[in-house]
C-alpha cells in the first residue's frame, strides 16, 4: 500500500517498481488514471492498452471473458456495483437482466454477439420483446408488462451503468472481406498466458474517466479472478497496480481476493490520496479489513493531522525508559541525598506532526515481519515518453447508435419522471454514487443536454410521442437551470465522444 496526498511522490514509488517489474519479466496489470504510466512504459509489441476512446485499444467485449453464466453473473456484479446501504433490489435486478441478456445472446443464434446489439436489446426494444428474449429466465418478471414501472426503474439503473458499453462500439469492425480488423482480446486468456510478460495498462484521463469507471473496475474484477483461476505457484508473480483506488467502483470481493491471490501468484499494490475515501467507497469494516490485509506500507505525506494519525497509529508506537535523577537537600549534610528513578513511557515511533512534515519524495516505510521502521528519501527520476499517453480513437456513430445514445438518455433522465418522487429520488441517488464528485455529475449532465434534443423527437417504447415531447421539455428546462446555477460552461454539439 502507498498512501500520501497529492504531489507527495506516490507515482515516483510507483514508476521505480515498474521498472523493477519489467526487469524481472514479471506481468503487471496497471490502472493508469491519467495516462502517465502509458507514456512511460507502454511497449507495443508485447503490452496491451484497454481504453476505448484510444486508438491502441485492444477489441474486448463481454463474451471475451464469459464463457459460462456464472462469468456473467460475475461482470454484472463488477460492472453494476452496489453503493451505500439502500434498497439492493434495484441493483440486483439491473445485474439480473443484463447477466440473463448477455448470456442468451450467446446461446441462442438469433443475435449476434456485438455490443450495439446488446444495447439494442436492452434499451431500444419494447418490454414485451425484452421479455421475449429473457423468456424461461430468472429475469423475465423483472421486465413484466404487469410491473411497467417497475421495469422503468430497473432500466434506468442498467442505463447509468451500461452506458459505458457504448464507447466500445467498434473495436470489433470488419473490414471488406469480413475479417475482424482488430485481433479479439481475452483478459483471461491473457492473464493465464505463462508465456505473457508484458503489462496491460487501463488508462483513462480527466475527460473520459468518469464514462470508464465501471469498465475499468470490470476489467480489473476479471484480472483478479482470472488469477484465482490459475494454479497455485510460490514462483509466479502477477502485479496488480492499483494507484488512486478509490476513484474507482467498488470491487466486488476484494477483500476475498487480496487474501487469496498470494498463492497464485497475485501482487497487489494499492494507492491511496486517504484512507478517508477507501471508507467512503467500501465503508468503514471493509476499509479495515483490506487496510489490515497489505503488509508493506508506504506512507508519505498526509496534510490533514486526522489522516496523519492514522498513518503514526499504524506504523506502531515503541516503549522507552526514561532514567530520572533526583537529588534532596537537608539541613544537615547528610541529609544530603541521590536517587534514581525509572518510568516506562509509550509513544508513537513515528509521531501524526513528522506525518505531516514530510518533504516531497520522503515516506517512511513499514515491511512485514519486521519491528523496523526506516524513513526514505526517493530520487526523482525524470523519464523520457516512449509512447504518447493518448492517442484519439473515433468511435463509429450512425443511426442504430444514434438510437442508442437517446434512449441511454430517455432511461436515465427522463423516463424518472414517470415515476412517484420516493422511487425518482431513490434512483437519482443510486446515479449520484457513479460520480466522483458533484463538478463530475454536472458536466455529464451538460454534455447530456445536447442529445436530449433529439430524444424529444424520437417516440420511446414505453411512451407515446406526446409525451415524450412534454418530459423531453421539462427535463431539458430543469438542465438549463441546473447549468446555469452552476454557471457550467456550454459544451459544443459533437463533443460527446471527444
Same mark, same amino acid.
Given at each position: 500500500?502507498?498512501?500520501?496526498?497529492?504531489?507527495?511522490?506516490?507515482?515516483?514509488?510507483?514508476?521505480?517498481?515498474?521498472?523493477?517489474?519489467?526487469?524481472?519479466?514479471?506481468?503487471?496489470?496497471?490502472?493508469?488514471?491519467?495516462?502517465?504510466?502509458?507514456?512511460?512504459?507502454?511497449?507495443?509489441?508485447?503490452?496491451?492498452?484497454?481504453?476505448?476512446?484510444?486508438?491502441?485499444?485492444?477489441?474486448?467485449?463481454?463474451?471475451?471473458?464469459?464463457?459460462?453464466?456464472?462469468?456473467?453473473?460475475?461482470?454484472?456484479?463488477?460492472?453494476?456495483?452496489?453503493?451505500?446501504?439502500?434498497?439492493?433490489?434495484?441493483?440486483?435486478?439491473?445485474?439480473?437482466?443484463?447477466?440473463?441478456?448477455?448470456?442468451?445472446?450467446?446461446?441462442?443464434?438469433?443475435?449476434?454477439?456485438?455490443?450495439?446489439?446488446?444495447?439494442?436489446?436492452?434499451?431500444?426494444?419494447?418490454?414485451?420483446?425484452?421479455?421475449?428474449?429473457?423468456?424461461?429466465?430468472?429475469?423475465?418478471?423483472?421486465?413484466?408488462?404487469?410491473?411497467?414501472?417497475?421495469?422503468?426503474?430497473?432500466?434506468?439503473?442498467?442505463?447509468?451503468?451500461?452506458?459505458?458499453?457504448?464507447?466500445?462500439?467498434?473495436?470489433?469492425?470488419?473490414?471488406?472481406?469480413?475479417?475482424?480488423?482488430?485481433?479479439?482480446?481475452?483478459?483471461?486468456?491473457?492473464?493465464?498466458?505463462?508465456?505473457?510478460?508484458?503489462?496491460?495498462?487501463?488508462?483513462?484521463?480527466?475527460?473520459?474517466?468518469?464514462?470508464?469507471?465501471?469498465?475499468?473496475?470490470?476489467?480489473?474484477?476479471?484480472?483478479?479472478?482470472?488469477?484465482?483461476?490459475?494454479?497455485?505457484?510460490?514462483?509466479?508473480?502477477?502485479?496488480?497496480?492499483?494507484?488512486?483506488?478509490?476513484?474507482?467502483?467498488?470491487?466486488?470481493?476484494?477483500?476475498?481476493?487480496?487474501?487469496?491471490?498470494?498463492?497464485?501468484?497475485?501482487?497487489?499494490?494499492?494507492?491511496?490520496?486517504?484512507?478517508?475515501?477507501?471508507?467512503?467507497?467500501?465503508?468503514?469494516?471493509?476499509?479495515?479489513?483490506?487496510?489490515?490485509?497489505?503488509?508493506?506500507?508506504?506512507?508519505?505525506?498526509?496534510? @490533514?493531522?486526522?489522516? +496523519?494519525? !492514522?498513518?503514526? /497509529?499504524?506504523?506502531?508506537?515503541? *516503549?522507552? &525508559?526514561?532514567?530520572?535523577? %533526583?537529588?534532596?537537600?537537608?539541613?544537615?549534610?547528610?541529609?544530603?541525598?541521590?536517587?534514581?528513578?525509572?518510568?516506562?513511557?509509550?509513544?508513537?515511533?513515528?509521531?501524526?506532526?513528522?506525518?505531516?512534515?514530510?518533504?516531497?519524495?520522503?515516506?517512511?516505510?513499514?515491511?512485514?515481519?519486521?519491528?523496523?521502521?526506516?524513513?526514505?528519501?526517493?530520487?526523482?527520476?525524470?523519464?523520457?515518453?516512449?509512447?504518447?499517453?493518448?492517442?484519439?480513437?473515433?468511435?463509429?456513430?450512425?443511426?442504430?447508435?444514434? @438510437?442508442?445514445?437517446? +434512449?441511454? !438518455?430517455?432511461? /436515465?433522465?427522463?423516463?424518472?419522471? *414517470?415515476? &412517484?418522487?420516493?422511487?425518482? %429520488?431513490?434512483?437519482?441517488?443510486?446515479?449520484?454514487?457513479?460520480?466522483?464528485?458533484?463538478?463530475?455529475?454536472?458536466?455529464?449532465?451538460?454534455?447530456?443536454?445536447?442529445?436530449?434534443?433529439?430524444?424529444?423527437?424520437?417516440?420511446?417504447?414505453?411512451?407515446?410521442?406526446?409525451?415524450?415531447?412534454?418530459?423531453?421539455?421539462?427535463?431539458?428546462?430543469?438542465?438549463?437551470?441546473?447549468?446555469?446555477?452552476?454557471?457550467?460552461?456550454?459544451?459544443?454539439?459533437?463533443?460527446?465522444?471527444?
Amino acid at each position: 500500500m502507498i498512501d500520501g496526498t497529492t504531489g507527495a511522490g506516490k507515482s515516483v514509488a510507483i514508476r521505480k517498481l515498474l521498472r523493477w517489474i519489467r526487469a524481472r519479466g514479471d506481468k503487471a496489470i496497471i490502472y493508469d488514471k491519467g495516462c502517465d504510466f502509458v507514456s512511460k512504459f507502454y511497449e507495443p509489441h508485447k503490452d496491451v492498452i484497454l481504453n476505448p476512446f484510444d486508438e491502441r485499444c485492444a477489441a474486448w467485449d463481454i463474451w471475451s471473458d464469459a464463457k459460462e453464466a456464472p462469468d456473467f453473473e460475475s461482470l454484472a456484479a463488477a460492472l453494476i456495483p452496489q453503493h451505500g446501504e439502500g434498497d439492493p433490489f434495484w441493483v440486483d435486478s439491473a445485474r439480473t437482466i443484463f447477466a440473463a441478456t448477455t448470456y442468451q445472446m450467446m446461446i441462442d443464434d438469433k443475435h449476434e454477439c456485438t455490443i450495439e446489439n446488446l444495447l439494442h436489446i436492452i434499451l431500444t426494444s419494447e418490454l414485451s420483446t425484452l421479455g421475449e428474449h429473457l423468456k424461461d429466465t430468472e429475469a423475465s418478471s423483472l421486465v413484466s408488462k404487469s410491473i411497467e414501472k417497475t421495469a422503468i426503474s430497473i432500466k434506468s439503473v442498467l442505463a447509468t451503468y451500461i452506458k459505458s458499453l457504448r464507447y466500445l462500439h467498434g473495436l470489433d469492425e470488419k473490414d471488406a472481406q469480413g475479417h475482424r480488423k482488430r485481433a479479439p482480446f481475452s483478459i483471461t486468456d491473457w492473464v493465464q498466458d505463462e508465456s505473457q510478460q508484458g503489462f496491460l495498462f487501463l488508462s483513462s484521463n480527466a475527460r473520459q474517466h468518469t464514462a470508464l469507471r465501471p469498465l475499468i473496475s470490470m476489467w480489473l474484477a476479471i484480472a483478479s479472478n482470472a488469477i484465482l483461476g490459475m494454479e497455485p505457484d510460490d514462483d509466479r508473480r502477477i502485479w496488480v497496480i492499483i494507484d488512486e483506488m478509490p476513484t474507482l467502483h467498488k470491487l466486488p470481493e476484494l477483500t476475498h481476493i487480496i487474501s487469496e491471490v498470494r498463492k497464485f501468484g497475485g501482487c497487489y499494490l494499492l494507492g491511496l490520496q486517504s484512507y478517508a475515501q477507501l471508507e467512503t467507497t467500501y465503508g468503514r469494516n471493509a476499509a479495515r479489513v483490506i487496510f489490515d490485509l497489505l503488509n508493506t506500507r508506504f506512507f508519505f505525506r498526509a496534510p @490533514s493531522k486526522a489522516m +496523519a494519525a !492514522i498513518s503514526s /497509529e499504524d506504523l506502531g508506537d515503541q *516503549e522507552i &525508559d526514561i532514567s530520572r535523577e %533526583n537529588i534532596s537537600y537537608g539541613a544537615n549534610a547528610l541529609r544530603d541525598g541521590v536517587s534514581l528513578g525509572h518510568q516506562n513511557k509509550t509513544r508513537p515511533v513515528v509521531s501524526p506532526a513528522e506525518i505531516q512534515g514530510l518533504d516531497d519524495l520522503e515516506c517512511y516505510l513499514r515491511t512485514p515481519n519486521s519491528m523496523l521502521i526506516t524513513k526514505l528519501q526517493l530520487k526523482y527520476d525524470r523519464m523520457s515518453n516512449l509512447q504518447p499517453s493518448f492517442f484519439k480513437r473515433s468511435i463509429p456513430g450512425g443511426k442504430a447508435m444514434e @438510437s442508442i445514445d437517446q +434512449a441511454l !438518455i430517455f432511461h /436515465e433522465l427522463i423516463a424518472l419522471h *414517470e415515476l &412517484d418522487e420516493t422511487q425518482r %429520488n431513490r434512483l437519482l441517488a443510486i446515479q449520484q454514487s457513479t460520480y466522483e464528485n458533484e463538478e463530475e455529475q454536472q458536466q455529464t449532465r451538460a454534455r447530456q443536454k445536447q442529445t436530449l434534443a433529439k430524444a424529444s423527437k424520437k417516440k420511446n417504447p414505453s411512451t407515446n410521442a406526446t409525451q415524450t415531447q412534454q418530459l423531453a421539455e421539462d427535463t431539458q428546462n430543469a438542465l438549463q437551470r441546473e447549468t446555469e446555477e452552476a454557471s457550467i460552461t456550454q459544451i459544443e454539439p459533437g463533443e460527446m465522444y471527444d
